[in-house]
């Protein structure tokens, strides 16, 4: 038998497997989503969300970690050329993949929110949660 030191809760939301039958947000969360790096530029964030067909794009460090994100309304009309870390959103409201999926549904209905970015305790990007996939 193993402990892990740091205990379950992180463990769950390092999104590590575990057994039960909780509906947590990291069962429901959308993996491939597009990303790019600080110093990508607007026309290759808005290709790359395109081809992706929902967005945002999610605008990572070096190491993974969410710096923000990118939004079509951010990167439509912007030449091409203009660094992303110029129109991209900072500070964007993250959750871990730890969550109670019906609960954070129904907290981003209330609030109008449909998708949220979903990372690790370190920042690192899991992926995106839309309330629409939880939703019955």
Not at 58 to 81: F, H, K, P, S
Not at 106 to 118: A, D, F, K, L, Y
């Amino acid at each position: 038998m193993h402990e892990y030191a740091a205990g379950k809760g992180d463990w769950l939301a390092a999104d590590l497997p575990f057994e039960g039958t909780a509906q947590l947000a990291g069962m429901f969360i959308r993996r491939g989503v597009a990303t790019v790096g600080e110093r990508a530029t607007a026309g290759e964030a808005l290709r790359l969300l395109e081809a992706q067909g929902f967005g945002p794009v999610v605008v990572i460090n070096q190491a993974g970690v969410v710096m923000g994100a990118a939004y079509r309304d951010q990167l439509v009309g912007t030449a091409e050329e203009t660094a992303v870390a110029t129109v991209m959103r900072f500070g964007v409201s993250t959750v871990r993949p730890s969550e109670d999926a019906a609960a954070l549904a129904h907290r981003m209905g209330q609030r109008g929110v449909s998708r949220t970015v979903v990372t690790r305790p370190d920042g690192s990007l899991v992926g995106l949660f839309f309330a629409a996939d939880k939703t019955p």
